[in-house]
Every structure is written in C-alpha cells, then in structure tokens.
C-alpha cells in the first residue's frame, strides 16, 4: 500500500506539474499568482490524504467537504492531462502545414479545449455515476436447479461504501437490488472504502435485503486497506455469509468463495490447498465461484465465476490501461461449454465519484437449468 501511495503520488503531482508548466507558458503568471498557484495544487494534490486524517479523527462535513473537491479535482486533471496531451500532438502534426500553429493562438485554443471538454466530462460523469443500471444475464447451464429450474443471482460489486458512497447513494442501490428479487445476493469484493467506524450503520440498510438462499461476499482488495477484521465485521453485520476460501451448499448449487489475493501477496493469509483441492475436483450440480479479481486459474472446475475489480476503466481512457493487467476486464466471457465469466463494472466508485463510459451496474443473473427429479 505505501508503494502504490508513492507511485500514485508521483505520477499525480507529475500530473499537477505538467498543468502548471503548461498554464504558466500561455499566461504568463506573476511570481505572487505563481505561489498562490502552487500552494492550492499542493492542497489539491494531497486532498486524498486529508480526507482520511478527517475521517480518521470523525470530522465526517469536514472529510466529505475535502473528498468532493479533492476526487472531483481528480477527474479534472486526469481528463485534462489526457485531452491536453491529445490536442498537443494534433498541434504538432499540424503544424508541418501551418507554421502559425505554434502560435500562442493555437496553444491557448488547445488549452481552453482541454479545459472545457474536461469540465464537461466531470459534470456528465458525476450525474452518470448516480444512474445504477441493472444488467440483465441469461445463462443455460445443463444442471438441475431448484423449482422451476431458474434461480435468480444479483451480483452487487465494488460498493466502496465510504465518506461518499452512504445514505441516499447507497439507499438507491438497495432500493435496485431489492426490485430484482434475489435468490442469491453475492458481493464480490470492495464493498467497503474508508474508514469503518464511520459507515457501520450502512451495514444496516444492507441487512434488509432478503434473499430467499441466502446473502454471501468474498474481500476485495480494499477490505484489506480499510482494516481486516472491521471489514470482516461490517460484512457480517450486513447479513452475508462471508467465504474466505471456503465451499457452502446454497439453493442447490455450490458456492466457492475466494480470498482477494491481497491477502496472499501481504502474508496476511496462506494457501488453502483444501479448497483449491476441492475446486479442483469434480463438484455436483452448478458450481459458482466468487472471486474479487477476474483472475482465472488452470484447473478450477466452476460453471460460472463472477468478478468485479476492474470497474470496466470507470473513467475514460483508463479502461485501456486496464486491459494491460486484466485481458477480461468487463462482460461476460464463455471460456468453454458451461463455463462462464463475469466481471462486474461494479456499483459504486473509487477515488472521485465520476464515471465515464463505464456506468455503475447490478448484475441480474437468471440461470437456467434442468427442473430436479
């Protein structure tokens, strides 16, 4: 985590650096404007960090107070810094043609676009990122299924409850899962961002989601970052059946749940040969898997894993990066017969609350199979 701190500092204030040069060059700033300047990058820059100092020490108007500014500045800058750089190159070639477009004229015409269409973006991804889609699957399998031989999963994934994702946020999402009347209710991973002690009482709106097989949930990545054994208790507290590396027998299909692999890589948990064991073998009936990060393993025996993670980019162009670490980063993926994948773009947000082009789903899975004998 303070590797990726580092990393993502650096890269950030480079961001912050390249912004300045190049509003500097067009405008000219006086050596006063130049400090100011800076000072308020600076703030914004660390804008994260003071948010969790606040929610640390519960000053939660405060915390949130700084996290819109901070996560909205965020996807400012990130869109800028790619459109600016976009437009610059365009420049460049263009001006093999026109000499003129090295003019100050044309750098401020780049400068102002980027801007705006920067702006543009942030608004749009803001109100987007409110407007919960429900994702509607079908998938045949071969297997017996109960009563009818149809039941109903809903995926919810990378919740990120937090200082921004509560209350009326959240209260729309429960209000969406519980329109889909659930048989099986999953959370793969992330459910919870920030500081625990702050978001216990979302646990509640949670808790009133029924399902008729049940509620189960695997980590993510940021249960781990948030703290391990409060995560493990907002999750429980919220009604579901948390499976770390474990196998349980619902609705008549069997569940594997995996442990996130952030748990691995830091020694906070070990190798369950148990369950790789069993995963391995031969499972009667319909086999799901959860599992945080769309990882696939040689020999797992599932029919259908659902992943999340990746949150299909969630800003725009960042869903191409994604790609390099996460060849199925959204959607679903036949990997052989009865065999699927699906991973979730995920419901809430990481870091600003802006999504652009990868809009925030629920996932309604309706499998179905044979009727029991």
């Not at 400090?35 to 640390?56: D, G, H, K, N, W």
């Not at 819109?68 to 965020?74: E, I």
């Not at 948390?242 to 906070?268: H, N, S, W």
Request: with cysteine; aromatic share 14%; glycine share 10%.
């Amino acid at each position: 985590m303070v590797l990726f701190l580092l990393t993502f500092l650096l890269l950030y204030g480079g961001i912050h650096a390249y912004a300045f040069f190049k509003a500097d060059g067009i405008f000219h700033f006086s050596a006063g404007m130049k400090v100011f300047l800076i000072i308020l990058l600076a703030l914004l820059l660390l804008a994260p960090i003071f948010t969790r100092i606040a929610e640390s020490r519960h000053l939660e108007a405060l915390a949130r107070a700084i996290a819109y500014c901070g996560y909205l500045w965020m996807a400012f800058i990130f869109f800028f810094f790619f459109l600016n750089v976009s437009l610059e190159l365009l420049r460049y070639l263009f001006k093999f043609w026109n000499s003129s477009a090295d003019g100050i004229s044309f750098r401020l015409l780049t400068f102002g676009m980027a801007a705006f269409i920067s702006a543009a973006l942030v608004v749009y991804g803001y109100i987007d990122a409110q407007r919960v889609r429900v994702k509607n699957l079908q998938i045949t399998t071969k297997h017996a299924l109960p009563g009818e031989g149809r039941i109903r999963i809903v995926q919810i994934s990378d919740v990120h409850v937090g200082i921004i994702i509560r209350e009326k946020r959240l209260q729309a999402v429960i209000e969406r899962v519980k329109e889909a009347r659930p048989d099986l209710l999953v959370s793969t991973g992330d459910l919870l961002d920030g500081e625990l002690d702050n978001v216990m009482q979302a646990a509640v709106q949670f808790k009133a989601i029924e399902a008729k097989y049940g509620k189960f949930a695997v980590l993510g990545n940021h249960e781990y970052y948030a703290g391990l054994q409060r995560s493990v208790e907002f999750t429980e507290a919220a009604g579901f059946k948390l499976l770390r590396d474990e196998r349980v027998e619902a609705g008549g299909i069997t569940i594997f749940g995996a442990d996130d692999i952030t748990g691995r890589r830091a020694g906070l948990i070990k190798k369950n040969e148990t369950m790789e064991n069993a995963l391995a073998g031969k499972n009667k009936g319909f086999v799901l898997l959860l599992k945080h990060q769309p990882y696939l393993n040689d020999g797992e025996n599932f029919n259908l894993q659902l992943s999340g993670h990746t949150h299909g980019g969630q800003l725009y162009p960042f869903g191409f990066i994604v790609r390099l670490f996460f060849e199925k980063n959204y959607g679903l993926y036949e990997l052989a017969a009865d065999k699927f994948l699906y991973v979730s773009r995920g419901t809430g947000t990481w870091g600003p609350p802006v999504r652009v082009f990868a809009p925030p789903e629920i996932t309604v899975i309706d499998l179905i199979g044979e009727k029991y004998n």
